[in-house]
């Protein structure tokens, strides 16, 4: 037994004395709140206060409190509570996975330093890793909070008022992720996994395995019993939730088995047999090798093309010509909460609570891999740790759902961090090359391009990704001339699926950082040059759409002071160097249905109650959708209360996508929002511009007279509403024809980046100094909860330049794979510019993509700028940083075009045709 | 026995004499590798007051299990500098609070932020074990990656500084990839001593490049009665990649190391030299 005071109290617990802290805490005394992120010490999500310290209590033996005192989330100090008021008005918790592990490590920054400075606030907090915010506004919420200032922001909540996020009580205080609920006695669902990348297998005698105790039962592909292939996109469906030999990625799941809870699980020595078979590791070998799939011959999931105009001819009668490659590298989504869930039935339906970007999604794809009925499904999403993209395909859903239909149990799961950096989808590593022309003025005449991106061994967003970088790659430039295709390829890696952009920071990398050279040939300002060639309204697009509301220009004279003054100061400083790139995004699905449906109604009691299933993964859809409903109703925020996301009681609002929330499920929410006002006008028989009150049940409406409504004695209906109304919206897109023209989205949204660094050069390593990011929003729903979007993408954008590089087998666990800590993010000047569109709820464009798209390449751009070095592949690490430098002293080779430079890019190994 | 965590040394060596218990410190080496909890015997040293501190006495004595928390607060000579700027490094501060010298040390991780420092200082290691108490170079201790001179049955008890190397001002140089949390892809620790302008005395070592981190004897040859403004000069890149043989990883190739320890035995000994 183990004495110790938790959170003030004394308890007692019976646990292994040698049982992880994080373990005892969550599993035998019900402390949810401390997350787990990675066992071993690499996050900090899981930090507690051991006697005041912070120690990660995933490497803390339970035994080693005895007698001490133990502060988790779930405790309260002087400290804890100014903090968390002041991570709340500042925006410092987006998805809540690592906010415990900050306020802890804060609160013991505070008992040592009341009033810490940026620096201390930076060193004391290094250890915990957070993948949403960029962290910015978590250390001014630190100094805040030591400096006694923890006021929120003031407003109703009108669109426009940068409230703190609804759900952000919850956040601070240790919110409930995928494992921090279950049933009573749910089996324990650990699954089996190919250690190869790809390899034939068998499956032995399972009889004195599974007659072990504790052991429940196993399940294997033949358990499946409907259809055990799924894609995010049905006709592609490729990927079995099980595989039937052989495996073709490292990770994949081969068997499940079902533990009984409290019992040791020990998957190790399950009786499989392994036949390593050769892997196709690169495109380059897959598009010769044999096929992963049948009927996708040369390992060819999909070509996506754009031809406009005559790109070829264009180039050859330009003036300047720039010609280039850029290679980047499978990318994690290191989300801090791994995959985890539960499931149940209650009745004959299957409830699955997990993590997830798309209940509606998983709950089809899981009813067909279960062999279903619809109906016989219900998703309830949990809090959600971060997604990113990765979060949109099921992972463990139809695995619960398997073991607890098999079973009658309840059961959960969660994936170790190895697991979930192994088995989950990854960004494409791209490789791509082209060339881009531009007259004497330095206005672009055309551009070639092609891409191959390795999809990994299933579709998973393949086609999408395909499909959106010949659509992007122009950047939102005036492109009359333009070729582009991008292949996706499979491969025996890991499957590439959705990371924030789909594929288009890869074609910016390439496109934005070859602009910069051609600008330079042109003799115009890089910034000039982008101006030079902005989309302004009325132009057509690479797939000749003609663009409304097009903020690029906005964006980019709004950097040019910023430009200007970055310029001078950088002038004669060693190693100094400014880059700017800008970034557009097609909000929503490309060129297909995706529709949004809000439900809004009043209870008899005067709530106004919004069935919002747009899932938030930290994005703020919670909010950003209420005000928006709100706003449109015409009563206040605080009279709103949330319903869902929940497949059963939240009517389908889409996934977490694609930038489309606030947009789509903005519209969708609008428009049920004025319906239901329009019911009470007319109930009221007041005219548009009557003002709506609500006093408990008491509604009131002003129209020159009083009218009112108890809405108490109303009769509700199924829901419980007394009047409501429902509304979808889907985006008015057209199909793009076999030259990709069309017009693929309803609503685009701009931005662009600048970035100041300074580079050592003798060791390759870069610092970066400043970012001032102008996005176009084109309404600023919430403005806190946009700059806190641009700070997050902003430092995704940072890893995938600088440090992010996913190697199956070597980097699986965050210490070996880096993502930016504290100190690798430099302040953020955040300018919102609002260039409002005519299709988008009040204006409002997608921010969540775009943040990301600018950075890299501004990154880029500025070591070129302070260097002269060329980086071809990212990530930039100092190595490559400096063999890029050191190749500047060898001579230039001319590779022979007229007009064409950059000898070692043309070289480059690792592209085809 | 499966975990037992003993109150004094002679306890614990009990514990360990038979060879087939592991020594717990700090736990941050060894929870990473484990499953639900960590499988023993376990003999968990947390409990040992007399493993932890740092006293004076004829040299610098630093308990096994000493923090890297209590070595970054604790006052001691610049020569030991640099032991405490890595003591701020290792890890966050939740793995500082946590872990200690010694586990950093018979963890032996070719990048063990702790060894570079320690070499520079001429430290020892004083090893215990229910037979006796023996005492070896840290040189010596360190055998390659993941291997050290510790018998299953020994605890390293303290790290031995000798009054000697307790001269002089240090510094340390880590570089990696990101600023927090980040595992080295090389380090240097420069240690000197001035008299009259001159270098009298130079520990440079460095870590991450070598299967076990390193001193620089020809680079300290140079230093050693050079004047202070052209030390630095003196350093040559072969005296540095000599001693050294980096491998390629996913955090650099050998190539970059190789340049990038000249450079930062050059940083190192400059800010060493104040």
């Not at chain 1, 395909?393 to 619960?400: E, G, R, T, Y």
Request: charged share 20%; with cysteine.
């Amino acid at each position: 037994m183990i004495r110790f005071r938790l959170n003030g109290a004394e308890v007692a617990v019976e646990a292994p004395p040698t049982e992880r802290l994080s373990e005892t805490l969550r599993e035998r005394l019900g402390k949810v709140g401390t997350k787990v992120g990675c066992d071993a010490g690499d996050c900090g999500a899981c930090t507690v206060l051991l006697d005041g310290a912070a120690v990660c209590a995933c490497l803390t033996p339970a035994a080693r409190v005895a007698g001490r005192s133990v502060t988790t989330v779930e405790g309260e100090t002087r400290e804890l509570t100014r903090l968390r008021a002041s991570f709340h008005a500042h925006g410092a918790a987006q998805c809540g996975i690592c906010t415990p592990g900050m306020l802890l490590t804060a609160a013991d920054l505070l008992t040592r330093v009341a009033r810490p400075s940026q620096a201390e606030v930076e060193s004391a907090l290094g250890g915990v890793l957070c993948r949403c915010t960029g962290y910015r506004s978590i250390i001014a919420a630190v100094v805040a909070a030591g400096q006694g200032d923890v006021s929120a922001a003031q407003g109703v909540g009108a669109v426009g008022d940068p409230i703190p996020r609804l759900d952000g009580a919850a956040k601070v205080a240790g919110d409930r992720f995928g494992a921090d609920d279950w049933p009573e006695g749910a089996l324990i669902v650990r699954a089996v996994r190919s250690p190869h990348p790809h390899a034939a297998f068998q499956i032995g005698d399972l009889t004195a395995f599974r007659a072990r105790p504790g052991v429940a039962a196993i399940f294997t592909a033949a358990d499946i019993p409907g259809r055990n292939a799924f894609s995010v996109i049905p006709p592609f469906a490729d990927q079995p939730a099980i595989a039937a030999s052989p495996a073709r990625f490292r990770g994949e799941c081969v068997a499940l088995i079902a533990f009984e809870p409290g019992v040791e699980q020990e998957p190790d020595d399950f009786p499989i047999t392994w036949t390593p078979l050769v892997p196709l590791a690169t495109p380059e070998e897959a598009e010769t090798g044999e096929a992963l799939h049948a009927g996708r011959p040369g390992n060819l999931l999909i070509e996506g093309r754009i031809i406009k105009g005559d790109a070829a001819t264009a180039l050859a009668t330009s003036d300047h010509v720039v010609e280039g490659t850029m290679t980047t590298a499978f990318v994690e989504h290191a989300y801090i909460e791994p995959e985890a869930g539960s499931a149940w039935m209650e009745g004959d339906t299957l409830v699955i609570r997990a993590c997830t970007q798309a209940p509606g999604m998983d709950r089809e794809d899981t009813a067909a891999i279960l062999g279903l009925p619809l109906e016989q499904v219900r998703i309830i999403p949990s809090a959600t740790g971060g997604g990113f993209g990765s979060k949109l395909d099921i992972s463990l859903q139809p695995l619960l759902g398997l073991v607890t239909l098999k079973t009658g149990r309840a059961c959960r799961m969660t994936y170790s961090r190895q697991e979930s950096m192994t088995s989950t989808t990854k960004r494409h590593p791209a490789e791509m090359r082209g060339r881009i022309g531009c007259d004497a003025e330095g206005r672009i005449t055309g551009m070639e391009f092609e891409g191959r991106f390795n999809t990994g061994a299933y579709s998973s967003w393949g086609p999408t990704v395909a499909n959106r970088v010949p659509v992007h790659v122009s950047g939102p430039y005036l492109t009359p001339h333009i070729t582009a295709r991008a292949r996706a390829i499979h491969t025996h890696g890991p499957v590439s699926g959705a990371f924030r952009g789909f594929g288009v920071p890869q074609g910016a990398l390439w496109q934005e950082t070859l602009y910069d050279r051609l600008a330079d040939k042109a003799g115009i300002d890089r910034l000039e040059f982008r101006l030079r060639n902005a989309l302004r309204d009325g132009e057509p697009s690479a797939t000749g759409q003609v663009l409304r509301a097009v903020g690029i220009h906005d964006c980019l004279s709004a950097l040019k002071p910023h430009w200007t003054r970055a310029l001078a100061e950088a002038a004669g400083q060693p190693g100094r160097g400014v880059g700017v790139a800008s970034c557009w995004y097609g909000c929503g699905n490309t060129a297909l249905p995706n529709p949004s449906t809000i439900r809004i109604g009043l209870s008899p009691a005067g709530e106004i109650v919004l069935h919002q299933g747009a899932t938030d993964i930290g994005q703020g859809s919670n909010t950003v959708i209420a005000q928006i409903a709100a706003e449109a109703l015409g009563l206040p925020l605080v009279a709103v209360r949330l319903v869902g996301p929940d497949t059963a009681l939240t009517p389908d609002a889409g996934k977490t996508s694609a930038s489309r929330q606030t947009y789509v499920t903005g519209r969708a929410a609008k428009a049920a929002a004025e319906a239901l006002r329009a019911e009470i006008l007319r109930r009221a028989n007041a005219g548009d511009g009557a003002t709506l009150s609500l006093d408990g049940a008491t509604l009131t409406i002003r129209d020159g007279s009083a009218t009112r409504i108890d809405l108490s004695t109303l009769p509700p209906d199924a829901h419980g509403h007394v009047l409501v109304a429902e509304a979808t919206y889907d985006p008015p897109t057209s199909p793009l024809d076999a030259k990709g023209q069309g017009a693929p989205y309803a609503v685009y949204g701009y931005g662009a980046q600048m970035v100041e660094v300074v580079v050592d050069p003798a060791l390759g390593t870069v610092r970066l100094l400043k970012i001032t990011a102008a996005h176009d929003v084109g309404r600023a729903i919430n403005p806190m909860l946009a700059r806190g979007q641009i700070e997050g993408g902003i430092a995704q954008g940072i890893g995938m330049a600088l440090m992010e590089e996913y190697l199956p087998g070597r980097t699986e666990n965050l210490h070996d794979y880096l993502i930016p800590t504290f100190g690798d993010v430099p302040p953020i000047e955040s300018l919102l510019i609002e260039v409002p569109d005519p299709e988008g709820p009040y204006g409002a464009k997608g921010l969540g993509e775009h943040v990301l798209i600018p950075t890299a390449p501004a990154i880029l751009n500025a070591i070129r700028h302070a260097t002269g070095a060329e980086i071809t592949r990212v990530p930039a690490l100092p190595h490559r940083i400096r063999e890029a430098l050191q190749g500047l002293s060898l001579p230039q080779i001319s590779s022979g075009g007229a007009g064409v430079e950059n000898p070692r890019s043309a070289a480059r190994p690792g592209c085809d045709a | 026995m499966d975990y037992a965590r003993p109150e004094t040394l002679t306890e614990a060596l009990r514990l360990m004499a038979g060879g087939g218990a592991r020594a717990l410190g700090g736990g941050t080496d060894l929870y990473p590798g484990a499953a639900a909890r960590l499988g023993g015997p376990v003999v968990d040293l947390a409990g040992i007051g007399e493993l932890r501190g740092i006293t004076r006495n004829g040299g610098q004595r630093i308990g096994g299990l000493t923090s890297w928390t209590a070595i970054a607060a604790a006052v001691l000579p610049d020569a030991c500098r640099a032991l405490q700027q890595a003591a701020r490094q290792v890890g966050g501060r939740q793995v500082q609070n946590a872990g200690t010298i010694g586990g950093n040390l018979c963890n032996a991780s070719p990048a063990a932020d702790g060894v570079p420092p320690l070499l520079a200082l001429d430290a020892q290691v004083e090893l215990v074990s229910a037979s006796g108490t023996r005492r070896l170079e840290l040189a010596d201790f360190l055998l390659g990656p993941r291997r050290t001179a510790l018998r299953p049955d020994e605890v390293l008890a303290a790290v031995l500084i000798p009054e000697t190397a307790l001269r002089g001002r240090s510094s340390f140089v880590k570089l990696g990839a990101r600023s927090h949390l980040v595992i080295s892809i090389a380090m240097v620790a420069a240690r000197v001593e001035i008299d009259r302008g001159r270098v009298v005395g130079a520990a440079v070592a460095v870590g991450a490049c070598s299967p076990v981190a390193v001193r620089l004897p020809a680079v300290e040859a140079a230093l050693t009665g050079a004047p202070v403004a052209q030390a630095v000069g003196r350093i040559r890149d072969t005296d540095v990649t000599g001693p050294l043989s980096p491998i390629d990883d996913v955090r650099a190739t050998a190539k970059y190391r190789r340049e990038a320890a000249a450079e930062l035995v050059r940083r190192a000994v400059a800010e060493a030299l104040g």
